[in-house]
């Protein structure tokens, strides 16, 4: 999709926000939702520690299944943390039955194979809080049996593995939240609102920036370890490599291995290109050429394979530059522009003197993930986020942060990482979604998961 076509997407998506929401039957044919959303929550790490509470606070929402491959462990992102399918399951049951009249609730199974929770005919929507090696087949195989999906960030893995869950998601009819909240919060929309409506002029540079890495020991030489009891470690694995088991491997730190993830570039470095992205106006579609400016990596045959310095440059066809590199314990999305700047800086709006904040009057308005919410009782864009992809699990309208648009930034962090990999300029045609003159380049685009596994539910 071109920019112009975005823009007027975008001032058509702003009206049909602001409409009442009605609860419509499931397309394809399916039942039509109850006013309760059954949820299956496939993946009790990290993240889930506010994902699961935020869909539980909804009071028409029932989360009845939760899943994971780990039983309860300690030793996550804080080593205080006591996560899993047991811990899970008994934070659910205690929320539900703090709402029972009876004091008891028991009604939520724990699994620690996903397909059980995706065979359930009871289940509208999954979410996806698992590591990015797993998100493709999960989201294909959830999309295929009628799920709804909320994905959490990156989309995909893969470059070609978010073209497939594209697929998926629009074959089947199905809605898609990608976890970007970003886009669910009032700073992030009113910058790129600014940028939009040329409040700094013509557009001329984004810079992105990410902190550095959290994990980059143990270097050459480190040692396997036994899988801990209670962990289906090949499970864990999936589709990616066979690899012997280390700690630091699993958990939090999968993030910074490129089996699993890529880095700061797709953990914060998602949300910042997500942002720029937006208020580019590239939903659909993205830059054209990458190249590395200064990246640093691990010495081989550490535990750890992404960049220790993420430092790479993307052109759009407009000759506009976007740049994401390490800054330390920074995540912010600039825009550079001829008569001043605005910048989104984790979670806050800023600007330069002189700009004009005014958007009352303003031609391209964005898409607002909750329209009933006022700036005055205004909290967090996590239950904001939540609430927008249940809101679209009923009403079947476009959510905030659709596959498409997760796809396109999840592209952006994939060429980055392949450019700073080879340390050579790529040419990317966002429209054919394929690289210009580089065998080896392309051939990283996609990847073959270890069998069983594949990408055919």
């Known amino acids: ?162 073209k497939l869950m594209v697929d998926a998601i629009r074959r089947n009819k199905r809605m898609l939240q990608t976890g970007s909240q970003h886009r669910s919060g009032p700073a992030a929309r009113q910058a790129c609102e600014l940028v939009l409506n040329e409040r700094i002029g013509k557009l001329v540079r984004i810079e992105t920036y990410v902190p550095e890495n959290n994990a980059v020991e143990p270097g050459p030489g480190w040692k396997a370890e036994p899988v801990p009891a209670g962990f289906d470690y090949n499970m864990w694995l999936g589709p990616a490599p066979l690899a012997p088991y280390h700690a630091g491997r699993c958990l939090y730190r999968f993030r910074f291995n490129l089996d699993y993830s890529g880095g700061q570039v797709t953990n914060f470095g998602t949300h910042m290109l997500d942002v720029a992205q937006w208020g580019h106006g590239s939903d659909d579609s993205g830059p054209v050429a990458f190249e590395d400016t200064g990246s640093q990596w691990p010495e081989p045959g550490s535990l750890y394979t992404t960049a220790t310095r993420v430092a790479f440059k993307a052109t759009y066809a407009d000759g506009v530059e976007l740049t994401c590199e390490t800054k ?70 476009e959510t905030i942060s659709p596959v498409a648009s997760g796809h396109r930034t999840a592209s952006i962090c994939h060429l980055g990482n392949i450019a700073m990999q080879l340390k050579r300029s790529i040419k990317w045609n966002p429209d054919t979604e394929s690289i210009i003159g580089d065998e080896e380049a392309a051939a990283m685009l996609s990847r073959t998961p270890r069998g069983p596994w594949s990408y055919a539910s």
Not at 331 to 357: A, H, K, P
């Open 1 to 162: 999709m071109k920019r112009r076509a975005f823009l007027k997407r975008s001032a058509a998506a702003s009206v049909a926000a602001a409409t009442p929401l009605i609860l419509s039957s499931r397309l394809a044919g399916a039942a039509a939702p109850s006013e309760r959303v059954s949820i299956g929550f496939i993946g009790l790490g990290n993240q889930s520690r506010g994902d699961l509470p935020a869909f539980l606070e909804n009071d028409d929402v029932q989360v009845v299944a939760v899943c994971d491959v780990n039983e309860g462990s300690y030793g996550y992102n804080d080593p205080k943390h006591f996560l899993g399918r047991k811990p899970g399951l008994e934070q659910v049951l205690a929320h539900y039955s703090s709402k029972s009249k009876s004091g008891s609730y028991k009604a939520c199974e724990a699994y620690s194979d996903f397909r059980d929770v995706i065979a359930r005919d009871d289940i509208d929507a999954v979410v996806l809080v698992v590591p990015d090696h797993w998100h493709a087949i999960m989201t294909i195989m959830a999309a295929d049996a009628g799920k709804d999906v909320y994905c959490e960030k990156p989309l995909s893995l893969t470059l070609n593995e978010g």
């Open 328 to 397: 330390p314990k920074t995540s912010l999305c600039r825009f550079v522009g001829t008569d001043g700047w605005v910048q989104y800086n984790s979670g806050r709006l800023e600007m330069s003197q002189g700009i004009d904040s005014d958007l009352s009057s303003a031609k391209i308005r964005l898409p607002i993930s909750i329209p009933q919410r006022t700036e005055n009782d205004y909290k967090n864009y996590l239950p904001d986020h939540v609430r927008n992809f249940i809101n679209s699990v009923k009403s079947r309208e």
